[in-house]
């Protein structure tokens, strides 16, 4: 057998290698070890040169932060005086943040490092910009601050009632303008500079603090905040006018009944003239609407839906009744056409239209209190056990109307005048102490769509509309929805009635958009004694529900349940409306109608926007949206739109 050939394998360590690489080696490492150090003075310095000025933002921010919510605790407080010191230190804070940020300038130039300092600097200059549009405020709203509730500031003059506030803000209305527009500018400042800072540029969460969400969230506000004093300015601007500050107004009211739901917030009951001079509100006179209706000389043929489902009186004479005539869920639509006829019946000459509900009445008197009405009895905002705890008033409104008597009565339902007119009588005589309560009855009776407004005027409709005061159809290039009921019962179950209305919306791999809408109505309260031989109150019966759905124009209707009648499908007003009728719910039931639609339009990559307007009347009907893992449910208390994060 042959011996294996042994192999030496050489130890490289110690193997010799020519003199002239060691020489380079051994330089080489000299080099290195020269300029080490100055690399670590270099990285040293730049930490420190970076570092500290870094490092001293971040506790100013901190600062900034955490005074930021002393500023918040102070608004909480309503007291003006705190607010406008916390204004003055947390400026002055924001003010030494600056100076720190600004050691920072240089890094702009640093990719991915730059831009976060460029953020940082579009905040800072935001966030000047806010307080300076803060201090404004501050400043306009002080001599009106006990209006709003806040305290701590100089209040103008020393009114002792409501009235007298009201002549004082008369008087100095015209100084507001100024500063409106002074906020507006800073507030778009502010939006200009968040317009820079993307905040998907940011962690969705850093320790405990939601940090994407919360930069969403103030850019929103700041938007609306912007947009909120934008659309406001024409309002204020043509306050005088509306105030009768130049020469008198008058103003056709119109009581919508909303327990008797209609397009425009409900059936048109009665109407009254109000005249407004430099302030002082001054009643002319009152009628039933059936005495209007009964002079009116009546030729042109009512809406179909009339003639199909409200067969009394519209079976035996088609012609359309003044009453009627809010029959589209556009007020300035509806009010075109009831102004033109009114005109044939009614040589009152008249300002504007303002029509208001039983909503706007409840909320006044649940700040003043019991009320008398000569010739009519006692009014209050208590619960009424006789109407299934509905407020008194209202109760007591429908029996002087509609309850069967022994007696003529001539306009019964004239009640509303007087009962107007003491309604204001009593709140202009409240005391000091109550006019937050009273302004905050009044402004939330407008913002909610219970008062609404219509003025031949171009220029004082078109402030109107931008306040979102006109109870307008808007125009919107997204997602829309918008439910309208018109109750045809005669019955006043819109007293009891809510919906409930939830929104699938399913987004296809294409982008096809497709929705499947479901309205549950529900009627807890007891069937009422409808016979009217036995002097029954007929509050609430069997619900005949004429109901509309308007969505984006060009969408096409895949099924729909819950309607007795085939399914209308019609453009109205820049919209496709799905058209039924239903008299399936009954007093202590439930019903549902549901829609499945496909929309027009594809989705976008990143967000879904809809908006989702409030028929006028209603109130506490609750809304849920579900889109992949959003699930949102709220009360529609106005017109909202959701900005929604695919």
Known sequence: MEEIPKIEIQDTDTQEQPVGLVSKEAGKKKILFRILPIILVVVIGIGVLVGLPLLNVVNKAKVVYAQGMVLKDSVKTKDLQKISQEIKTTRADLDSLKQALNLLTPLRIIPFVGVYQSDATHMVNAGEAGFDAAELVVKAVEPYSDLLGLFGGQVGGGEKTAKDRINFIVTTLDKIGPDIDNIGAKL??????????????YPVQFKN????????????????????????????????????????????????????????????????????????????????????????????????????????????????????????????????????????????????????????????????????????????????????????????????????????????KAVIGP?????????????KEKIPNLFEAGFSSITEKHVLFYFPDQKIQSAMEAFNLAGRVKDYSHDYFLLVDTSFSGAKSNIFIKNEV?????????????????????????????????????????????????????????????????????????????????????????????????????????????????????????????????????????????????
């Open 188 to 201: 778009e400042i502010v939006k200009k500079e968040l317009d820079d800072v993307d905040p998907n540029r």
């Open 502 to 646: 939830e929104q699938k919306i399913e987004i296809g791999s294409d982008g096809t958009i497709t929705k499947t809408v479901t309205v549950t109505y529900k009627d807890p309260a007891p069937q009422s004694n409808c016979n009217l031989e036995t002097g029954g109150l007929c509050l609430n019966s069997q619900y005949k529900d004429w109901f509309r759905l308007y969505v984006p124009q060009g969408s096409t209707l895949i099924s729909s349940s819950g309607s007795e009648v085939d399914i209308k499908t019609y453009d109205e007003l820049g919209k496709t409306v799905f058209d039924g009728y239903t008299t399936a719910l009954r007093p202590e039931g439930i019903t549902k109608t549901s829609f499945k639609y496909k929309l027009p339009f594809k989705a976008g990559k990143n967000n879904y926007q809809i908006l989702i307007q409030k028929q006028p009347g209603t109130e506490g009907n609750q809304y849920t949206i579900s889109l992949n893992k959003h699930n949102e449910t709220f009360e529609l208390v106005t017109d909202k739109e959701l900005n929604i994060k695919i």
């Open 419 to 431: 009962l107007m007119h003491s309604v204001l009588a009593n709140a202009l005589g409240s005391p």
């Open 209 to 412: 603090y939601k940090v994407r969400e919360m930069l969403t969230q103030a850019i929103s506000l700041v938007d609306q905040g912007a947009t909120l004093t934008n659309d406001a300015k024409p309002v204020i601007k043509v306050a005088p006018w509306l105030l009768g500050i130049d020469s008198p107004r008058q103003y056709l009211i119109l009581f919508q009944n909303d327990a008797e739901l209609r397009p425009t917030g409900g059936f048109i009951t009665a109407y009254a003239l109000l005249s407004v001079d430099k302030g002082k509100i001054t009643p002319v006179l009152s009628e039933d609407i059936y005495d209007l209706d009964a002079r009116f000389p009546s030729k042109e043929k009512a809406p179909q839906a009339f003639i199909d489902y409200l067969s009394l009186p519209y079976a035996k004479d088609s012609h359309w009744r003044l009453r009627d005539m809010n029959s589209s869920p556009d007020f300035k639509v509806s009010m075109e056409k009831f102004v033109e006829n009114f005109k044939r019946a009614s040589s009152q000459k008249f300002d504007g239209v303002v029509a208001v509900d039983t909503q706007l009445l409840v909320r006044l008197l649940s700040v003043i209190g019991r009320i008398g009405v000569p010739g009519w009895g006692n009014f209050s905002a208590d619960p009424e056990p006789k109407c299934f705890d509905c407020p008194n008033v209202v109760y007591q409104l429908e029996l002087s109307a509609d309850k069967p008597v022994n007696t003529l009565k001539t306009q019964r």
